[in-house]
């Protein structure tokens, strides 16, 4: 009977503890909720780049915007890959992430995909930006390396703002930590090989020796 009395006891502390805690909660919440009011602006809350979160961290940060998307003046603007933040949220959550994310966005916006053409202009602006002083000249040579690099590699693999201006961003610091010691085509080609395919980038550092060596043929295939 003793250890019975002890145990209601304690599931009673308990009970009342959880009360209190919940009683704390609302209020708290009533008092954000009043001073939110006040406010003459509304509050927007930006966060960028939901994707590049692991699972478990979109799964999260939506569940704070579930949470706290009621209070008035206070509107979220998420940006993200909805085609991963879908998938992420399928995976933890157990349902379909895009019927989620139905629920939970008031007022989708996607943004039309980056053109060939714009892409294509951009890497030429890119090239010349490289060879400013004009001390790399071209033969025809270049130029179809130029065309196979600049076009084939470079553009195809900028689909999207994003990876355009992290390409851009990361250029320019290539740039400024080589020097004038690559010529700016193969430059445009080894920083999107390095974001774009790292596991090639990585072979050809390891292999670096044997592809300056025109006598060696037996190289180890890229993983």
């Excluded at 919940?22 to 009011?37: G, M, Q, T």
Aim: hydrophobic content about 40%; proline content about 4%; aromatic content about 8%.
């Amino acid at each position: 009977m003793e250890a019975a009395g002890i145990s209601a006891g304690r599931l009673f502390s308990n009970k009342k503890e959880s009360e209190k805690k919940d009683a704390n909660y609302i209020s708290l919440k009533a008092d954000f909720d009043k001073e939110l009011r006040k406010q003459e602006r509304t509050l927007v809350v930006f966060i960028d780049d939901l994707d590049r979160l692991s699972s478990e961290e979109i799964r999260l940060v939506f569940k704070i915007v579930t949470l706290t998307a009621y209070f008035p003046k206070i509107i979220y603007v998420l940006s993200f890959d909805r085609g991963v933040v879908s998938r992420a949220l399928s995976e933890v959550q157990g349902f379909d992430g895009d019927l989620y994310l139905e629920k939970i966005v008031q007022l989708p916006v996607d943004l039309p995909p980056v053109s060939r053409k714009e892409v294509r202009e951009k890497v030429n602006a890119l090239f010349e930006s490289l060879n400013q002083d004009g001390s790399f000249r071209y033969s025809n040579n270049d130029s179809l390396r130029l065309e196979l690099i600049g076009l084939n590699l470079v553009v195809s693999s900028l689909n999207t703002t994003r990876r355009l201006i992290r390409f851009e961003n990361i250029l320019a610091l290539k740039r400024l930590h080589v020097g004038k010691g690559i010529e700016p085509i193969d430059l445009l080609g080894m920083v999107s090989i390095q974001l774009f395919f790292p596991k090639v980038f990585e072979w050809v550092k390891r292999n670096a020796l044997y592809l300056c060596d025109e006598r060696r043929s037996d190289l180890p295939p890229p993983e």
